[in-house]
Each structure stands twice: as structure tokens, then as C-alpha cells.
């Protein structure tokens, strides 16, 4: 390759970066900063947030607009975004995918514990990129250590992406139910126990879960704070269930399912299966079936 971006790509750590690293490295050549704030109560918060300050340099994507597709009947509430239509808005953020002489390294954040940052974190690699990391803390973390904040919105050349899109990484509701009936299988709900429980359920028409489902709580990967839990704890999560099982994830809408697969790569445990409809999609057959 032309360049090389391997001395600011970490290596044993490129999952996560630190606010430290970020600023160490921020005006590296091939960096690219993305804000996935947003708020599912007010869509229209994390786009006025990023406008009143961010980190320098950094690009915004918007969970409805960019990495989502617009709800159908089924499909969920986040159904994944059209994939030609997220390609070119990579490269018009200056996104270059791997197979090109000035790969880009991207850094992703949320301030909402990675539940945005980590669908983007998600989608990138399912194109085929995987020089992108997550900062650890967040935009909060980057705030309290005092770092620098701008209202300037960037400019950038257009980058060259060109996607390799990992298609055994999604599954739909059909491949689900034919999941269920075999034993190395393991359907993981991504919610918080009550939603799981169906004690609790502010979004969806269908308290529940998918029949066989065991729950793991997205929000578990993470302190209170909103960094990573070591490498150790995600191990420790994951030790009931065999190295060996199928995992496939879901939560909702398939947004916070990512975080859930990123807790499996900080783990050291193979890739995960995303079930994209996730929860939305499923009971939408319960109320209205085909």
C-alpha cells in the first residue's frame, strides 16, 4: 500500500480507544471521527446536539436516516439501511474501505453506552471494514477529561469504499424458527430482564420473548459510565454457553444487539449472528401475520 496506517491503528486494543488516544492521534491522515448520538425518544436530539458541539473533526450519522431503512409492515423497527445508499454516504464522510491505498481508521461514538455507536461499529464490519473502533467513555468521557469541542463541521474528500458484505452475519425471522429446532443454537435477547420477562414493554405491541431465547442484558458490557468492561468480564459472561454454539442476537430493533456482538469480539468468542428484525419483527408477525 501507499501509506500505512498501521502506527495509529492499536492493535491488541483496537476495539476500543480511549479518549486519550483520540486526541493523541487526531490528526492523523486517515482518521475518521463519527458521532452516532441520538436519542429514541427524540430522533431529532442527537443531530442538535452534534450541531451545538462535538469532537473536531467528526462526521454525523443518524440511526433513522443513515443506518436504518424506513419501516415496513415486517422488518422490524430499524430494518438495516439500504446497503448502496450507506456505501456512498461512507465515502462521501471520507470513509476509504480496506482494499484501497489510504484505508481509513474509523473511531465511533454515543453517549448512551455504545447502543448507536455499535450498530455503526456493526455495519462497518459487516461491509467488509474492519479498521473501526469504539471510543471507550464516549462523548461524555472525551468531556471530562476536558478535551476539545467545535461547532465546525468538517470538510472532507470523498473516500473509496467498496464493501465486501459478510451475508452469514444476518438471519430472518424464517432462519430463526428453523434455528430453533437445532441444539447448538442459542437465540440471545439483548434487553434488560424486564423486557425479556415481558414484565415491561414501552415500545413494541407484544410483551415477550422469542420462545427458547436466554437473556443477556446489553447493558452489561458496559459501567455505568459507559466504558468497556475488561476482556476478562465479557469472558465471564459468555462462560455458560459453549464456545461452540451458534449464537444469534437480537434486542428490539437490532440496535442494541450490537453492542451484545460486541461484547463477544471483546471476548475472544466467535461472530455472533445478528437477527436484524430482532423483537419488532417478530411479534409484527403475532399481530399481523402474513
Not at 415496513?72 to 474501505?97: E, F, M, T, W, Y
Not at 468497556?228 to 459468555?238: A, F, K, L, N, T
Request: charged share 20%; net charge negative.
Amino acid at each position: 500500500m501507499a501509506s500505512s496506517p498501521t502506527p495509529y491503528f492499536p492493535g491488541d486494543t483496537s476495539t476500543l480507544v480511549s479518549a486519550t488516544w483520540l486526541k493523541d492521534h487526531i490528526s492523523e491522515p486517515n482518521l475518521i471521527i463519527v458521532d452516532c448520538r441520538f436519542s429514541l425518544d427524540n430522533p431529532a436530539l442527537g443531530r442538535i446536539q452534534y450541531e451545538e458541539g462535538h469532537i473536531p473533526g467528526a462526521v454525523y450519522f443518524d440511526l433513522n436516516q443513515d443506518l436504518s431503512s424506513v419501516p415496513q409492515k415486517h422488518g422490524g423497527r430499524h430494518p438495516l439501511p439500504d446497503l448502496a445508499d450507506l456505501v456512498n454516504k461512507l465515502a462521501a464522510a471520507g470513509i476509504s474501505s480496506e482494499d484501497t491505498d489510504h484505508p481509513s481508521h474509523v473511531v465511533v461514538y454515543d453517549d448512551s453506552r455504545f447502543a448507536f455507536a455499535a450498530r455503526f461499529w456493526w455495519l462497518l464490519r459487516y461491509l467488509g471494514h474492519e479498521r473501526v473502533s469504539l471510543l471507550d467513555g464516549g462523548f461524555q468521557g472525551w468531556q471530562k477529561a476536558g478535551f476539545p469541542m467545535t461547532t465546525d463541521l468538517p470538510t472532507s474528500s470523498v473516500g473509496q469504499f467498496r464493501p465486501r458484505i459478510q451475508q452469514d452475519w444476518v438471519v430472518d425471522r424464517e432462519q430463526v424458527q428453523m434455528a430453533q429446532t437445532h441444539s447448538s443454537v442459542v437465540l440471545v435477547d439483548s434487553r434488560t430482564g424486564d423486557r425479556y420477562r415481558g414484565e415491561f414493554e414501552p415500545i413494541d405491541p407484544i410483551a415477550g420473548h422469542i420462545p427458547g431465547a436466554v437473556n443477556y442484558s446489553w447493558l452489561e458490557v458496559t459501567d455505568e459510565q459507559g466504558y468497556g468492561r475488561s476482556p476478562e468480564e465479557q469472558q465471564q459472561r459468555w462462560a455458560g454457553l459453549p464456545e461452540e454454539s451458534d449464537l444469534i442476537v437480537y434486542c428490539g430493533s437490532g440496535v442494541t444487539a450490537c453492542v451484545n456482538l460486541l461484547s463477544l469480539q471483546l471476548a475472544g468468542r466467535p461472530e455472533g449472528r445478528l437477527y436484524a428484525g430482532s423483537w419488532s419483527d417478530w411479534c409484527s408477525y403475532l399481530i399481523s401475520p402474513l
